[in-house]
């Protein structure tokens, strides 16, 4: 079975940079014709999607991020990584990381990510 | 960027009643790109109709979709109590793909 489990550090100061781990099994993060993307979802329940790396390896991602976002993978632990810097208090929610092909199958548990001093 | 707006924000249903929850796009959608995801307290979103009409696995047949264009739809044609949830709908007809701000729709 299919499963994503996202780890972090919960807690940031503001102005540093978190690191998201997504850690995938039951399938190969290189499987064809999958998205492997970040979501994340903000206190009061607004989802956004935050970009994907594609089982190719190409990365896309939400132009309001672009400046201040990095997703990078590592095929030989099938894991794939977030990192978003200058994080103010408004970053804080819910990082989710899912699979996409035909919408969006598979989702993590979630991990909460608090910015604040 | 699409915005999609849903309405109501908030409703109730009793037993047994029929519900229809609505997405508004703010540009045309392909209805190949258009899905609705269910969401419980605590719990990650759920995949639950793709492509605007087909219900993802294990989705009970009381539930249906349908739309074109800018405007799209799900109905649960008898209302359960285990449909209590929040309902978003979801565009990847154009980049970026965005989501709308959800129903939670509750049980009276």
């Known amino acids: 079975d299919v499963q994503l489990q996202e780890s972090g550090p919960g807690l940031v100061k503001p102005s540093q940079t978190v690191s998201l781990t997504c850690t995938v099994t039951?399938?190969?993060?290189?499987?064809?014709?999958?998205?492997w993307s970040w979501i994340r979802q903000f206190p009061g329940n607004k989802l956004e999607w935050i970009g994907y790396?594609?089982?190719?390896?190409?990365?896309t991602y939400n132009p309001s991020l672009t400046s201040r976002t990095t997703i990078t993978r590592d095929t030989s632990k099938n894991q794939f990584f977030l990192e978003m810097n200058s994080l103010t208090a408004e970053d804080t929610a819910t990082y989710y990381c899912?699979?996409?092909?035909?919408?969006?199958?598979?989702w993590g548990q979630g991990t909460t990510l608090t910015v604040s001093s | 960027q699409i915005v999609l707006t849903q309405s109501p924000a908030i409703m109730s249903a009793s037993p047994g009643e029929k519900v229809t929850l609505t997405c508004s796009a703010s540009s045309s959608v392909s209805s190949s790109y258009l899905y609705w995801y269910q969401q419980k307290p605590g719990s990650s979103p759920k995949l639950w109709i793709y492509s605007t009409s087909n219900l993802a696995s294990g989705v009970p047949a009381r539930f249906s979709g349908s739309g074109s264009g800018t405007s799209y739809s799900l109905t649960i044609s008898s209302m359960e109590a285990e449909d209590a949830a929040s309902y978003f709908c979801?565009?990847?007809?154009?980049?970026?793909?965005?989501f709308g701000g959800g129903t939670k729709l509750e049980i009276k």
């Open positions: 790396i594609y089982y190719s390896g190409t990365i």
């Open positions: 979801h565009q990847w007809s154009s980049y970026p793909p965005t």
């Open positions: 039951g399938i190969s993060i290189t499987t064809g014709n999958y998205r």
């Open positions: 899912a699979r996409e092909m035909v919408g969006i199958d598979y």
